[in-house]
T-cell receptor, first 112, second 112 residues
Framework: KAGVTQTPRYLIKTRGQQVTLSCSPI?????VSWYQQTPGQGLQFLFE???????NKGNFPGRFSGRQFSNSRSEMNVSTLELGDSALYLC???????????FGPGTRLLVL | AQSVTQLDSQVPVFEEAPVELRCNYS??????LFWYVQYPNQGLQLLLK??????LVKGINGFEAEFNKSQTSFHLRKPSVHISDTAEYFC??????????FGKGTLLTVNP
């Protein structure tokens, strides 16, 4: 079974731009979560979606948003990028109960 | 709210030596516990998990962990490490919400 895939793998943007990251979960998984990883703050939870509904949200500003499609694929959008948004963005998928999450390779975003 | 403390930020060991990476958590309710490994420029790979049942959990690559409820700990162990085990290891806890709370990570460096 194919793992979680994320596109693109690397991205360079400038301040003020917006960016959209994509995540395709493992086949049969309907829960998708997003995390931000930075050297200073570590791994932080952004949000989780199940059946196109956001079930939980972390403590990030409204510039960070996401959505999930009927095929369980998910996108994350960051508007008005700031230098501090430079990070590795990880997507994880799981079954309905979400007990175990399996991670993708991540998208490394650099904001200049 | 739950939290996770990884007591050592870096652990250097020699090849074939045993290793223990320590993890303590705080939560007032039952938890699910996980260890993930991250190799350079990659996502997180699930090493092992405790959901219920036996407190000694075996994972991939010869790792195991023991859940100790009274000490709120979930330490990761391996009896003999290899150079290829060099990576960052993250302990994580999940309560009822659909998110993982991670520790800051422990960088394991295996020297020849």
């Amino acid at each position: 079974k194919a793992g979680v895939t994320q596109t693109p793998r690397y991205l360079i943007k400038t301040r003020g731009q917006q960016v959209t990251l994509s995540c395709s979960p493992i086949s049969g998984h309907r829960s998708v979560s997003w995390y931000q990883q930075t050297p200073g703050q570590g791994l932080q939870f952004l949000f989780e979606y199940f059946s196109e509904t956001q079930r939980n949200k972390g403590n990030f500003p409204g510039r960070f948003s996401g959505r999930q499609f009927s095929n369980s694929r998910s996108e994350m959008n960051v508007s008005t990028l700031e230098l501090g948004d430079s990070a590795l963005y990880l997507c994880a998928s799981g079954l309905a109960g979400g007990e175990t999450q399996y991670f993708g390779p991540g998208t490394r975003l650099l904001v200049l | 709210a739950q939290s996770v403390t990884q007591l050592d930020s870096q652990v250097p060991v020699f090849e074939e030596a045993p290793v223990e990476l320590r993890c303590n958590y705080s939560s007032s309710v039952s938890v699910y516990l996980f260890w993930y490994v991250q190799y350079p420029n990659q996502g997180l790979q699930l090493l092992l998990k405790y959901l219920s049942g036996s407190t000694l959990v075996k994972g991939i690559n010869g790792f195991e962990a023991e859940f100790n409820k009274s000490q709120t700990s979930f330490h990761l162990r391996k009896p003999s490490v290899h150079i290829s085990d060099t990576a960052e290891y993250f302990c994580a806890v999940r309560v009822s919400s659909y998110k993982l709370t991670f520790g800051k990570g422990t960088l394991l460096t295996v020297n020849p």
